[in-house]
Antibody, heavy 120, light 109 residues
Framework: QVQLVQSGAEVKKPGASVKVSCRASGYSFTSHDISWVRQAPGQGLEWMGRISAYNGHTNYAQEFQGRVTMTTDTSTSTAFMELRSLRSDDTAVYFC?????????????WGQGTLVTVSS | SSELTQDPAVSVALGQTVRITCQGDSLRNYYASWYQQKPGQAPVLVIYGENNRPSGIPDRFSGSSSGNTASLTITGAQAEDEADYYCHSRDSSPNHHSVFGGGTKLTVL
């Protein structure tokens, strides 16, 4: 069965960086994109960007351009999302999702989420 | 425009039918997908494409679309359907970014 397993919770100081991992299993990793979505406390879902696990091509939301880097390691079927220059309003749960970019564009599987807390 | 608009809250009596709507220009070109999220959990895909349900999603969930509006209908709402619901689609920008609606809190009375 398809699973996306994310790394554990992080606490960071303002200005620092965080790197969240997402290990995929149960399908051919390079056959789907991975999107990252975050959710601030009590707020809605916010799409951050996507990466092709096939060729590494990225597509970032305007709000995160210059501050986010998404990568993959096909040898371990793992996707990574690094966010730099953290601010308090980056405190959120970060989800990785399998992105069906060649079908109906839905997010059919989700990781369990990683809480990133930014606090001095 | 890259925005999707949802009503913040909707309520339905147990066993009745409820429709949750999502409006946005991108819906003229892309189907919406719909996600159910319960407190402390990751979102779950419930409807995608023209009206497709992933395995394990009850058939009381259905989707439809007309013009710039997509709808999620729950026919015979159950107590366990109480949750937040989010619509999503690609937007009409050259890079085909993704966008979510603000979410609808469904209360089952």
């Amino acid at each position: 069965q398809v699973q996306l397993v994310q790394s554990g919770a992080e606490v960071k100081k303002p200005g620092a960086s965080v790197k969240v991992s997402c290990r995929a299993s149960g399908y051919s990793f390079t056959s789907h994109d991975i999107s990252w979505v975050r959710q601030a406390p009590g707020q809605g879902l916010e799409w951050m960007g996507r990466i092709s696990a096939y060729n590494g091509h990225t597509n970032y939301a305007q709000e995160f351009q210059g501050r986010v880097t998404m990568t993959t390691d096909t040898s371990t079927s793992t996707a990574f999302m690094e966010l730099r220059s953290l601010r308090s309003d980056d405190t959120a749960v970060y989800f990785c999702t399998r992105d069906d970019s060649s079908g109906w564009y839905e997010f059919d599987y989700w990781g369990q989420g990683t809480l990133v807390t930014v606090s001095s | 425009s890259s925005e999707l608009t949802q009503d913040p809250a909707v309520s339905v009596a147990l066993g009745q039918t409820v429709r949750i709507t999502c409006q946005g220009d991108s819906l003229r070109n892309y189907y919406a997908s719909w996600y159910q999220q319960k407190p402390g959990q990751a979102p779950v895909l419930v409807i995608y494409g023209e009206n497709n349900r992933p395995s394990g999603i009850p058939d009381r969930f259905s989707g439809s679309s007309s013009g710039n509006t997509a709808s999620l209908t729950i026919t015979g709402a159950q107590a366990e359907d109480e949750a937040d619901y989010y619509c999503h689609s690609r937007d009409s920008s050259p890079n085909h970014h993704s966008v979510f609606g603000g979410g609808t809190k469904l209360t089952v009375l």
